[in-house]
């Protein structure tokens, strides 16, 4: 098991801060400075640069705080699966999890109260960004677990199949757009238009879709961008704009005649949704996690 030590220099690194790490653990910030001279001695090297208030790793300091991470995911991996042999119900553990925004809101609900039934234990954290972000944070060890759009091709990331998704073109009823359900695909160039922010898996995929009919995203009359599905939603169902959205996110609006469905022809956006780890992670919960998602969804 990990020392006290150990613990808290992780806080203090992930929070780049002694008085920030010593809130998160509920102990003095002159207890923290306490524990990291500790492994300073112990080590015999500085783990951290001191300039003012301000602290920052040092080369030494990252090689500890990746090996303990490892060694951290580990040992909750070990606790997990010996509690499951024993008593799944009782079976503790973190299931740190990122995901997408169409994942997060629309997809993901279903299967985490399945398995938080199954393991009543297990605390989920579950980070809600776009598919960007979620990358960086599973390569930072910040989260174990990914669902993000499309397939990357980093080495170190291991890419699984979950479900995939349609993208629809969508306005406000009360938008001149909606006076038609069908136009030429050209058509499009003349309206304007609401993304998604850059880095969204969306935007991504209609990215692709205008490429294969040889249009560039940058050849729309682009009126706002905003980050998130519902800002996006929400703005379109108020505003004169055409935009771009999860089939999934809007099914609500499109029942109740917020927002109408808007066909261009020749213009298919769909995309895949995977689960990512990085390379050579074996955590049983994962693999759980992604047993339950898959079999939900496959019915």
Do not use: W
């Not at 070990?78 to 973190?94: L, P, Y």
């Not at 349609?166 to 009360?174: N, P």
């Not at 800002?231 to 499109?254: D, M, T, W």
């Amino acid at each position: 098991m990990l020392s006290t030590h150990h613990l808290v220099f992780i806080e203090v690194a992930q929070e780049n801060s002694f008085s920030k790490a010593s809130q998160v653990l509920f102990i003095s910030q002159p207890a923290i400075s306490k524990h990291i001279k500790f492994l300073e001695e112990y080590y015999q090297t500085k783990l951290f640069e001191r300039k003012g208030i301000q602290i920052a790793l040092t080369a030494t300091g990252n090689l500890l705080l990746k090996r303990l991470l490892f060694v951290k995911n580990i040992q909750a991996e070990t606790e997990f699966e010996i509690a499951s042999m024993n008593d799944q119900a009782q079976a503790k553990g973190v299931l740190k999890l990122g995901a997408s925004t169409t994942v997060a809101l629309y997809i993901l609900p279903k299967v985490l109260s399945v398995f938080q039934q199954q393991y009543p234990q297990v605390e989920i954290n579950l980070l809600n960004r776009n598919a960007e972000i979620v990358l960086e944070a599973l390569l930072d060890q910040e989260i174990n677990l990914g669902i993000i759009e499309g397939r990357g091709k980093l080495t170190n990331v291991v890419y699984q199949p979950f479900i995939n998704d349609k993208v629809i073109a969508v306005c406000s009823k009360k938008s001149p757009i909606a006076r038609k359900k069908s136009y030429p695909l050209k058509d499009v160039l003349q309206m304007p238009v609401a993304l998604r922010e850059r880095g969204s898996g969306t935007l991504e995929a209609l990215k692709d879709a205008l490429g294969k009919n040889r249009i560039g995203i940058n050849e729309l009359q682009v009126a706002a961008r905003l980050g998130g599905t519902e800002a996006l939603k929400n703005f379109l169902i108020e505003s004169s704009c055409l935009g771009f959205l999860p089939q999934r996110s809007v099914l609500k609006e499109l029942k109740h005649g917020e927002l109408t469905e808007i066909h261009f022809e020749g213009l298919h956006i769909e995309r895949s949704f995977y689960f990512i780890q990085r390379k050579g992670e074996t955590s049983e919960l994962n693999k759980k996690f992604i047993r339950y998602a898959r079999d939900i969804y496959n019915k």
